[in-house]
Every structure is written in C-alpha cells, then in structure tokens.
C-alpha cells in the first residue's frame, strides 16, 4: 500500500535535547513538507522539499533543521534553539506539478519538559 | 503575509442539518484555494478550486470560490455524524516563475460537531 508514515507517534524529550522524527514516502512524489499544529490553530510550514539534495525554510523554521538525501525521507530535526518544541508534527507528500494536493502522514506528538 | 480566516471556529448541528464554512483570505499571486478535512490526525484533501475551476462537487459536500470577494465556501448537505471533523482551509501561492512551491497558508479550522 503506497502511502506516508511517520514515527515515532509519541515523543517525550528533556529541554536542551536535540530530537530528530522520521517522515517516509512510497507515493513516488518529488515534494515533502513539515507542518507544526498547535491546539486551535492550523497548520504552519516548517520546511519544504521540492527535490532531492534542496529544501527551503517554511514561515517557522526557526530551531527546526531537515535534510533530503533520498526522494522517500525527509526527516526533521528540533534543536534545544527551538523555544517552544512541544507540538503536533505533521509531515505530508505531493507531487511537484499538484502541490496544492498533499497527503499527510498521521503525525508525531512531541512533548518536551 | 498571505493570510486565511475560516468562520465559525466551532459548529454544532444534527443529522441531517446543511450547513456551510467560510473561509476569507488574502495572499499575493493566488493559485489554488484547498479545502482539507482532519478527523484525528492526518488531514484529508476535499478539494482544490483555482481559477479555472471555482465550484466541485464530491457528493453532498460542495465548494465555490469567489476570486472578486476573496472567499470561499464550503457546503455540507444531509450532514452525518461522520462528517464531524476539523475542517481546514488554506491558499496556495503561485511563486514568481508562474509554477507552485506548494507553499500552503492554512486558517485556523473549523470544528464541525454533528450529533444524531
């Protein structure tokens, strides 16, 4: 089944710890992105991927950091920088020429004390 | 700064009750209007309209965007209980060389609530 899987579902960090979740793709698509969603609020961009090897900062990139070695990963990184990590990560997939159209996977909860 | 705002944030209907979600926005080179809908976690898309195509239609739930009065809205008839969700808008903006980073802005969602 083609589809996008995140893990782990539930995270629990120390303050100061770096933290890296896993964001994987079988959807054969070119673009990747990391969203952030806070209780009552939507979903802000992180990062994005258009391409293997090049990623773009989102509108919060600030204390986040990603890589794109392979077309299927894309794996984000939340520093000790990050002033307020505890969050629901949602990473989603799309193809380059329907951006608009994404798939999500079903997301990472991270609770830093 | 591209913006989206989604009213109401939160609606409680019946079964069977219509109802309809409004999403206003402003962004700079506009290139798709995106309706997802969230149930636990992972957002599901609806619908893209843009501006060749400013109404869809996917059985009792329809969309229309208006690109004069930067709108949209999103209908539900016949609402069941399964169609309680979060309900996501967000624009996409069109970057300078006329293709899409699929760069969304999203508005803060609607909770729809449908009881039986």
């Known amino acids: 089944d083609g589809g996008i899987t995140q893990s782990p579902k539930y995270l629990f960090r120390k303050e100061g710890q770096n933290v890296t979740l896993s964001c994987e793709q079988n959807l054969n698509h070119d673009a990747m992105y990391w969203y952030r969603q806070d209780p009552g609020q939507g979903l802000r961009l992180i990062y994005y991927?258009?391409?293997?090897?090049?990623?773009q900062k989102g509108d919060i990139a600030e204390g986040y950091s990603v890589s794109r070695e392979k077309k299927e990963s894309f794996p984000l990184t939340v520093t000790s920088a990050q002033k307020n990590p505890t969050a629901f990560y949602l990473c989603?997939?799309?193809?380059?020429?329907?951006?608009?159209?994404?798939?999500f996977g079903p997301g990472t909860r991270l609770t830093v004390t | 700064e591209d913006k989206v705002v989604q009213s109401p944030l939160s609606l409680v209907v019946h079964e069977g009750d219509t109802v309809t979600l409004n999403c206003s926005y402003e962004v700079t080179n506009f290139r798709s209007l995106l309706w997802y809908k969230q149930e636990k976690k992972a957002p599901t898309f609806l619908f893209m309209l843009t501006s060749s195509g400013i109404e869809k239609k996917s059985g009792r739930l329809s969309s229309i965007l208006d690109k004069k009065e930067l709108f949209s809205i999103l209908n539900i008839t016949a609402t069941q209980t399964g169609d309680s969700a979060v309900y996501l808008c967000?624009?996409?903006?069109?970057?300078?060389?006329?293709?899409?980073?699929?760069?969304?802005?999203f508005g803060q969602g609607t909770i729809l609530t449908v009881h039986p």
């Open positions: 967000a624009v996409e903006a069109e970057s300078r060389g006329g293709t899409s980073y699929g760069k969304l802005t």
């Open positions: 991927s258009q391409i293997v090897n090049d990623f």
């Open positions: 989603a997939s799309s193809h380059t020429w329907r951006a608009g159209e994404q798939y």
